[in-house]
């Protein structure tokens, strides 16, 4: 079961809603907003998730605690900031849960993923330079997946008691803020504070300083009314608050918040909608940016860079943190930005290295991206105060080494260069690593022996082992395992390799590391709680590609 839908996939529209990770309601279409909660479109056929009955519990609990009720302990999140004075205490509410979220490894980041119904997005502004969401309403599979992840830590083993999340979340900020001693969470948050919350940056009347908007789903907006009021008791200036369908708008004055409450939303934006479609499960949170303009935010410092400026004009970021039973996933894309130097991203072959791998990193596109980019490179080296440091690096490497760049350096990196450490003799003075350079193996051994060459010379001997192979060069510390490194080996089929790097056979850059193969080196002289935390960790993962002016990405850790 995936954690995904891959960029560019459509929806299952007729999965089981309990397994939101084959049911999910895409961003909705452009379409003018209501006051009622809209329901999302797919391509004409609208749905509205209705949980079976037997998963209908009271509000601020759990659906299921019968199946995840494990005794799970409190997230350890970011200290919140104590404050002078108690304005605006929902935005550092808000502000604390994205901390502790986000930071602080707490396990409720990883929980939960969408049961329906309306999303901030739909009820937040358009014109928003980023947007982050926060989605604490699960569905069955979430649950499961994530309470079977967090039970395996001690740290973490006791954070769910199988009831109300946000209490969690309210207790875990307002412990040491003195702001919130006033404040009763059953009498003046639960009844009615939501599932989601959304946080969007928007353009301020000075470029230097933007605004802001947060958008809480709330079930009583008289008693939210009355909540935030308290929140605010005290304050020589109040936080705006204006209601929109089933969200309260939250902003900085009293006008920013009714300016944000009325007009197009975010969910209307074509390229909001387009990216996040583009992005595929949006899971427990997720988060969109427009390049561009967030670029305008950083004045003189980012102008100073015009090149870089000009490649980012047009871009937009969008990601996702999603989760499995084994495994938590961090994915993301970028969209619009170019890139001076073009590089055709062909596949790394991270699945032919041998199966007793231990970690490697592979890449493709460098030796295109060094012969393309070559002025460009140089020009970039000068305007960084490096050109002269660079001009000499060049002429030493034309004359003492024979080489001729970039052709030479072209050559050596190729199509594709892949980096792996075995994990047989790691416990030796030198451990079995080596490099497979996908080029051609006669003129990337030509240029290599120009180095040993000069290198000898200087009286720095290089011994690298050598095994050429069909269209590639293999370089490593000895020759039995250069001999390895040269032959088609099955990492492939490894079920570990296979979870973790996901699309391994068409990703333009890989990244794997089999931790349950070197925890031996890190475990050793640690406690035994630590060691019990880490000897939970399986594998690190992450693979992507990238095509024109469009790249992505996916980052998993593995849970044994």
Do not use: C
């Not at 002429?395 to 990196?413: C, E, I, N, R, S």
């Amino acid at each position: 079961m995936p954690a995904e839908n891959p960029p560019g996939f459509p929806f299952d529209i007729n999965g089981d809603p309990d397994r939101t990770i084959n049911y999910r309601s895409p961003q909705p279409q452009p379409q003018p907003y209501a006051e009622q909660p809209t329901r999302m479109d797919f391509g004409g056929t609208q749905q509205m998730f209705t949980p079976p009955p037997q998963q209908h519990q009271q509000q601020g609990q759990w659906r299921q605690p019968e199946e995840l009720g494990y005794d799970l302990p409190p997230v350890v999140h970011a200290p919140v900031e104590k404050r002078g004075g108690p304005k605006g205490l929902i935005i550092a509410l808000i502000a604390a849960v994205v901390v502790g979220l986000v930071g602080g490894g707490g396990v409720w980041a990883f929980s939960t993923l969408s049961g329906g119904g309306a999303q901030p997005a739909e009820a937040l502004p358009a014109g928003a330079l980023a947007y982050a969401r926060i989605d604490l309403d699960p569905a069955a599979n979430q649950k499961l997946a994530l309470f079977n992840i967090a039970r395996k830590f001690t740290v973490t083993k006791d954070a769910f008691s199988g009831e109300d999340p946000r209490e969690a979340f309210f207790k875990a900020i307002s412990a040491d803020n003195e702001n919130f001693e006033k404040i009763d969470y059953a009498a003046d948050i639960e009844p009615w504070l939501g599932d989601r919350i959304g946080f969007a940056v928007m353009p301020g009347a000075d470029a230097k300083e933007p605004g802001f908007a947060v958008a809480i789903q709330v079930k009583d907006a008289d008693a939210a009314r009355a909540g935030i009021a308290k929140l605010d008791a005290g304050s020589d200036t109040k936080t705006g608050l204006a209601f929109r369908g089933d969200y309260a708008i939250v902003s900085a004055t009293q006008a920013e918040a009714d300016k944000y409450s009325t007009g197009p939303t975010l969910a209307e934006s074509a390229d909001f909608t387009s990216d996040m479609e583009a992005l595929g499960e949006p899971g427990v949170l997720s988060f969109w940016g427009d390049l561009g303009k967030l670029v305008q935010l950083g004045g003189a410092q980012v102008a100073a860079d015009p090149t870089l400026t000009e490649q980012i004009k047009n871009g937009r970021f969008a990601g996702a943190l999603r989760f499995d039973g084994s495994y938590a996933e961090l994915a993301a894309i970028t969209r619009g930005v170019t890139s001076p130097i073009p590089v055709t991203g062909t596949p790394v072959k991270l699945g032919e290295l041998p199966d007793t791998t231990a970690g490697a990193l592979a890449i493709s596109g460098l030796g295109e991206g060094v012969k393309n980019g070559w002025d460009q490179i140089v020009k970039s080296a000068e305007s960084a105060g490096g050109g002269a440091q660079f001009t000499q690096f060049i002429t030493q490497a034309q004359q003492q080494f024979g080489l001729v760049l970039p052709d030479d350096l072209a050559t050596l990196l190729g199509e594709s260069v892949t980096v792996a450490v075995d994990s047989e003799g790691l416990d030796g003075n030198m451990p079995n690593a080596g490099a497979v350079l996908a080029t051609d193996p006669a003129k990337a051994g030509e240029v290599l022996t120009k180095v040993e060459q000069a290198l000898a010379v200087a009286g720095q001997p290089l011994q690298l082992a050598k095994a050429p192979g069909d269209g590639k060069l293999v370089v490593a510390t000895n020759q039995d395992y250069a001999n390895k490194l040269a032959e088609a080996g099955t990492l492939k089929d490894s079920e570990t390799f296979q979870t973790a790097v996901p699309n391994a056979d068409t990703a333009s850059f890989g990244l794997f590391v089999d931790l349950d193969k070197i925890e031996n080196l890190y475990l050793q002289g640690m406690k035994d709680e630590d060691k019990a935390n880490l000897q939970v960790l399986r594998a690190v993962g992450m693979s992507g590609g990238y095509s024109g002016s469009e790249a992505n990405f996916s980052l998993r850790v593995l849970f044994n």
